[in-house]
């Protein structure tokens, strides 16, 4: 009887959770038995689908306050990375903005790198500094290590046997950053946890968001106080303080809500704004998939997903008076409901799946005697038909 797949995730930290966090989610689903590798973790903040999964932690967990000051501790993270003992597995599928595409490719097996975007910190260093409250000392330090970690980055992109980008722009960067090819498969949405409200929308607005700088919520933020329009403010992260002294009388900030109350809030909002450039972008999705549409910044994952004038509109250049304008043409549309979900659809959680699929498959046929063993032992027929029965 031929051996079951041995697979391991990898991820590069779960101590926040967001949409790579509901990317790995994912993966675990299609892969139950499969261990979740990463340097840290928190576990009290993890998201529903990860919770009770296989995780485990390298030395890093054991730094005191590391998950305070995680990310002063950016170099430690390629040598815990490296301390992953990934021997005796067949596939290594990793899920990586960051560090775990550095991930030890077993002798006989293979890796898979969902890349989520190449690592920030290397190749858009000014960007990911900006605003961060470290001191000037920290980021002229930083920079000094810019040279050795690209070359960690790109050394260990070219190990990987088979690169998946999430979006355009990210098979873009790794074509720029790397000079390798990709394949593009959009990141999943649970659609099926959202539906269309029976009720008409309410007259607000709305952001779900961790409240970190490069996301822009201060654009949103400052429209809505200046047009006089009413925003909720879901999420919660370092920028929260700046933004709370951004805000007017009309934006209210609501942290951290549970899943459910946050699905609420999307289906009775006028619109989800999506100020910053972001890699991909589910939670635009999710909104379109309760049937509202967004107001995304015209850059980036936005430019995949939005539909001008049946899921969304855009704004062009990163201002508040960009924003403002956005919303008053957000207002002489009429929008469908039925029509915005549907745009959605096309990214659902089971066609990433298949794809993911298709993408090991091809891979492991591919041939190479690291490869052998685990395309002797690669069924995905039976593995479609596994997956299907436990979703019956």
Same mark, same amino acid.
């Given at each position: 009887?031929?051996?079951?797949?041995?697979?391991?995730?990898?991820?590069?930290? @779960?101590?926040?959770?967001?949409?790579?966090?509901?990317?790995?989610?994912?993966?675990?689903?299609?892969?139950?038995?499969?261990?979740?590798? &990463? &340097?840290?973790?928190?576990?009290?903040?993890?998201?529903? #689908?990860?919770?009770?999964?296989?995780?485990?932690?390298?030395?890093?967990?054991?730094?005191?306050?590391?998950?305070?000051?995680?990310?002063? $501790?950016?170099?430690?993270?390629? $040598?815990?990375?490296?301390?992953?003992?990934?021997?005796?597995?067949?596939?290594?599928?990793?899920?990586?903005?960051?560090?775990?595409?550095?991930?030890?490719?077993?002798?006989?097996?293979?890796?898979?790198?969902?890349?989520?975007?190449?690592?920030?910190?290397?190749?858009?260093?000014?960007?990911?500094?900006?605003?961060?409250?470290?001191?000037?000392?920290?980021?002229?330090?930083?920079?000094?290590?810019?040279?050795?970690?690209?070359?960690?980055?790109?050394?260990?992109?070219?190990?990987?046997?088979?690169?998946?980008?999430?979006? &355009?722009?990210?098979?873009?960067?790794?074509?720029?950053?790397?000079?390798? *090819?990709?394949?593009?498969?959009? *990141?999943?949405?649970?659609?099926?946890?959202?539906?269309?409200?029976?009720?008409?929308?309410?007259?607000?607005?709305?952001?779900?968001?961790?409240?970190?700088?490069?996301?822009?919520?201060?654009?949103?933020?400052?429209?809505?106080?200046?047009?006089?329009?009413?925003?909720? %403010?879901?999420?919660?992260?370092?920028?929260?303080?700046?933004?709370? #002294?951004?805000?007017?009388?009309?934006?209210?900030?609501?942290?951290? @809500?549970?899943? #459910?109350?946050?699905?609420?809030?999307?289906?009775?909002?006028?619109?989800?704004?999506?100020?910053?450039?972001?890699?991909?972008?589910?939670?635009?999705?999710?909104?379109?998939?309760?049937?509202?549409?967004?107001?995304?910044?015209?850059?980036?994952?936005?430019?995949?997903?939005?539909?001008?004038?049946?899921?969304?509109?855009?704004?062009?250049?990163?201002? %508040?008076?960009?924003?403002?304008?956005?919303?008053?043409?957000?207002?002489?549309?009429?929008?469908?409901?039925? %029509?915005?979900?549907?745009?959605?659809?096309?990214?659902?959680?089971?066609?990433?799946?298949?794809?993911?699929?298709?993408?090991?498959?091809?891979?492991?046929?591919?041939?190479?005697?690291?490869?052998? &063993?685990?395309?002797?032992?690669?069924?995905?027929? #039976?593995?479609?038909?596994?997956?299907?029965?436990?979703?019956?």
């Amino acid at each position: 009887m031929m051996a079951k797949l041995k697979v391991a995730i990898v991820h590069d930290y @779960l101590n926040q959770m967001g949409g790579a966090e509901r990317v790995v989610g994912v993966m675990r689903q299609m892969f139950p038995d499969a261990p979740i590798y &990463t &340097t840290i973790a928190d576990r009290k903040g993890l998201l529903p #689908e990860l919770v009770g999964a296989d995780i485990r932690t390298t030395w890093m967990q054991r730094i005191p306050g590391v998950l305070k000051y995680h990310k002063l $501790l950016f170099w430690l993270y390629p $040598l815990a990375i490296r301390s992953i003992k990934l021997d005796g597995y067949d596939v290594v599928l990793s899920s990586s903005s960051a560090y775990a595409k550095g991930a030890a490719r077993p002798e006989q097996g293979l890796h898979i790198c969902y890349c989520h975007t190449p690592m920030r910190f290397a190749w858009e260093f000014d960007t990911y500094m900006e605003k961060m409250r470290v001191p000037g000392i920290v980021k002229q330090l930083s920079r000094l290590l810019l040279g050795p970690v690209k070359r960690w980055d790109m050394n260990n992109s070219a190990k990987v046997d088979h690169l998946i980008a999430n979006s &355009t722009i990210v098979q873009r960067r790794i074509r720029e950053n790397y000079g390798l *090819p990709s394949q593009i498969i959009f *990141p999943p949405v649970n659609i099926e946890r959202f539906a269309i409200a029976e009720e008409e929308p309410e007259p607000y607005y709305l952001v779900v968001s961790r409240l970190v700088s490069y996301k822009r919520i201060d654009l949103a933020v400052e429209a809505c106080t200046k047009l006089g329009e009413r925003l909720i %403010v879901i999420g919660d992260g370092p920028d929260r303080a700046r933004l709370q #002294e951004l805000a007017g009388p009309t934006v209210e900030f609501a942290g951290r @809500l549970p899943d #459910e109350e946050v699905t609420a809030y999307m289906q009775r909002c006028q619109a989800l704004f999506f100020p910053g450039k972001e890699d991909f972008g589910i939670t635009p999705l999710e909104a379109n998939a309760c049937g509202r549409p967004v107001i995304a910044y015209k850059d980036g994952g936005a430019l995949d997903t939005i539909q001008e004038g049946k899921n969304g509109v855009y704004f062009p250049v990163q201002t %508040v008076r960009a924003v403002m304008d956005a919303v008053e043409d957000f207002k002489q549309i009429t929008w469908d409901s039925k %029509v915005v979900r549907d745009c959605a659809l096309q990214f659902s959680e089971q066609h990433f799946m298949d794809a993911i699929h298709e993408s090991i498959a091809a891979a492991m046929s591919s041939g190479g005697t690291a490869k052998e &063993t685990a395309r002797r032992r690669w069924k995905p027929r #039976e593995e479609h038909a596994v997956r299907e029965g436990a979703a019956r």
